[in-house]
C-alpha cells in the first residue's frame, strides 16, 4: 500500500466549531492512525484477520470507552470527542471502528448503564485497556432487522440462569472474552447477559468468506445450556429498548466514522486527479472528474455539519433515536456513492491494494446494513415524521 498521506479536508471550517481539546483528541488518534493502521491494514484486509497487536494503542488513544467516566477506566470525554475518535478510526479501516464501537457503546456502555456497581468494577477497567475484549449478540439467523422475535431464552434454575440459543454475524465474536448477550426470560421479556469464555456450552465460531470489514473478525455466539450466574444478569433495563438504546450510541458512532472513509476516498481522488495525465492533461482538468470532486466535497460538508449538530445534541442529552438514525443513514450512504465515485476516477488503480479505496468500498457494504438497515433507517424517519408505523 502506498504510505499515508492523507490530508483531511474541512471546507466550511468546521474545525474552527471544535474546542482545543477535541483538536489534540482528533489530531492524537489522526497520527495514530497514520503510523500503527495504514501501514498494515491492507494486508490483514486481505488475509481477512484482525490485527490484534493494535489493541494496546485503541485503548490508547480513548477508543475503548471514549465517554465513560474515568473512575471506571475510562476517558470522560464528551460525544463529539467520541465521534471524533471514530471519524478517525474508520479514515483507516471501517472493520478496526467496529472493533472500536462494539467495545465502546454495545459493551461498556450497557455494562455501564444497564449494569450494578459490582459489574461495572468488575468489566469496565478491563475493557478500557484491552485486557478483555467484548462482543454484543443482538442478531440471530431468522431474526435481524426484527430482534424482537428472537428465541434465545435462558430459565431460572435457582442457582443460575440456563442459557441456550445462537447468535450470527457478531464482531469480535471470535476472540472475546466477554458477550453482552440478549436473550428472553420464561415469560418472553429480553434481559442482558454477561457471558464468559470459558463458560462450559459457549461457543463463537468465526464466520469465513467474506468480502466486506475483513480486518474485523465476525462469528457466531453458541450456547448450548450455557450455566450463567445470576449475578451476570443485567439489572438496570430490560425489554427490546435496552439493546436499542445500546445501538444509539453506536449509530451516533458510525455516522461520524462515515465520514472519515469519505474523507479518504475523496482525498485519494483529488490528488489522484491532479497527477495522472491522460490526453496530455492531468484528469483534474476534465469537467467530467471536476464534477465528481465537487459533488464529493459537497456532501462530505453536509455530512459533517449534521454529525457535528447530532454531537451538541447528544452532549446536551436532546439526541433523539429519529435524529441518530438520520444521520448514519445519510452519512454511510454519502461515504459509499464517494467510495464508488472514487474508485472510478483512480481508473483501473482503483481496484488495487495499493490504494485503501476499493477497501473502503467493500466495508460500507457492511456499514450500510448492519446497526440497523438503510431502509430500516428510512422507515424510522418515516415513523418519526408521519406517526405512521410501516414496519409491521
Ligand atoms: P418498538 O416497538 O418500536 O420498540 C420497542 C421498545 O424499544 C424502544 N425503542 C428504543 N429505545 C432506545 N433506542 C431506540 N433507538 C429505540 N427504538 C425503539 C421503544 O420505545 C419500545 O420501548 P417500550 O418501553 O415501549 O417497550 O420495536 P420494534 O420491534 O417495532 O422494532 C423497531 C425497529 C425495527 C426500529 C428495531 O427493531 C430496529 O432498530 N431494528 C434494527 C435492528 C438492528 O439495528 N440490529 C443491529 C444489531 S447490532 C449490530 O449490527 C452491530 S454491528 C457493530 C459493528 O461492528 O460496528
Ligand atoms: P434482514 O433483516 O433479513 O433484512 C434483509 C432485507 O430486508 C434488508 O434490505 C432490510 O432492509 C429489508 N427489510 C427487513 N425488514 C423490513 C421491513 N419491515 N420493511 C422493509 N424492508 C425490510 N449484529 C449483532 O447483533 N452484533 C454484531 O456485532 C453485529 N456485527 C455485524 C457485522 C457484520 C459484518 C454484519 C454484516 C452484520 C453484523 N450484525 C451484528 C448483524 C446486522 O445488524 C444485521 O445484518 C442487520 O441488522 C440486518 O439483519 P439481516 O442481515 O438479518 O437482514
Redesign the pocket.
Known amino acids: 500500500m502506498k504510505p499515508d498521506v492523507f490530508q483531511a479536508p474541512d471546507y466550511y471550517n468546521i474545525g474552527d466549531l471544535l474546542s482545543e481539546e477535541h483538536k489534540l483528541i482528533r489530531d492524537s488518534a489522526r497520527d495514530w492512525v497514520k503510523r500503527e493502521v495504514s501501514p498494515i491494514i491492507e494486508a490483514y484486509a486481505q488475509k481477512a484477520e484482525f490485527p490484534k497487536q493494535i489493541i494496546n494503542g485503541l485503548a490508547s488513544i480513548g477508543a475503548f470507552g471514549a465517554y465513560i467516566p474515568e473512575v471506571y477506566g475510562g476517558a470522560g470525554l464528551d460525544q463529539i470527542s467520541y465521534g471524533l475518535i471514530m471519524q478517525e478510526i474508520e479514515r483507516g479501516d471501517?472493520?478496526v471502528?467496529?472493533?472500536a464501537?462494539?467495545q465502546s457503546?454495545?459493551v461498556m456502555y450497557p455494562i455501564f448503564t444497564y449494569g450494578n456497581e459490582a459489574q461495572r468494577k468488575k468489566y469496565l477497567p478491563k475493557l478500557a485497556t484491552g485486557e478483555w475484549m467484548g462482543s454484543?449478540g443482538?442478531?440471530e439467523p431468522n431474526h435481524?432487522?426484527?430482534?424482537?422475535?428472537m428465541t434465545t431464552n435462558f430459565k431460572d434454575k435457582g442457582d443460575y440462569y440456563l442459557l441456550n440459543g445462537a447468535k450470527m454475524?457478531?464482531?469480535?465474536a471470535p476472540f472475546c472474552d466477554v458477550a453482552v448477550v440478549w436473550a428472553k426470560d420464561e415469560s418472553g421479556r429480553i434481559h442482558g447477559l454477561l457471558v464468559e469464555r470459558g463458560m462450559e456450552g459457549f461457543s463463537t465460531p468465526e464466520t469465513h468468506n467474506k468480502w466486506s470489514?475483513r480486518a474485523?473478525s465476525?462469528g457466531e455466539l453458541i450456547f448450548d445450556n450455557v450455566k450463567v450466574p445470576k449475578e451476570n444478569l443485567l439489572p438496570n433495563k430490560s425489554?427490546?429498548?435496552?439493546?436499542?438504546?445500546?445501538?444509539?450510541s453506536?449509530?451516533y458512532?458510525?455516522a461520524w466514522g462515515a465520514i472519515g472513509a469519505a474523507t479518504d476516498c475523496y482525498d485519494t481522488a483529488l490528488r489522484y486527479c491532479k497527477e495522472r495525465i491522460q490526453f496530455n492533461k492531468p484528469i483534474g482538468q476534465f469537467q467530467l472528474q471536476q464534477k465528481k470532486l465537487a459533488e464529493m466535497i459537497t456532501e462530505i460538508t453536509k455530512a459533517q455539519l449534521l454529525a457535528w449538530r447530532l454531537g451538541t445534541l447528544k452532549n446536551e442529552g436532546k439526541a433523539t433515536?429519529?435524529q441518530?438514525?438520520m444521520a448514519k443513514r445519510n452519512n454511510v450512504e454519502m461515504a459509499l456513492k464517494i467510495a464508488r465515485e472514487a474508485r472510478q476516477i483512480l481508473g483501473g488503480m482503483g481496484i488495487s491494494g495499493e490504494y485503501s479505496i476499493m477497501r473502503h468500498m467493500m466495508n460500507l457494504e457492511?456499514?450500510i446494513?448492519?446497526?440497523?438497515?438503510h431502509d430500516?433507517?428510512l422507515?424510522?424517519t418515516g415513523?418519526d415524521i408521519t406517526g405512521f408505523?410501516a414496519?409491521?
Do not use: M, Q
Open positions: 471501517s472493520g471502528r467496529s472493533t464501537s462494539v457503546s454495545l454484543f443482538l442478531t435481524g432487522s426484527n430482534p424482537a422475535g454475524w457478531i464482531s469480535n470489514l474485523s465476525t425489554g427490546l429498548g435496552a439493546p436499542l438504546g445500546c445501538l444509539d453506536a449509530r458512532g458510525i433515536s429519529a441518530i438514525s457492511s456499514v446494513t448492519y446497526e440497523g438497515t430500516i433507517h422507515l424510522i415513523l408505523n414496519f409491521k
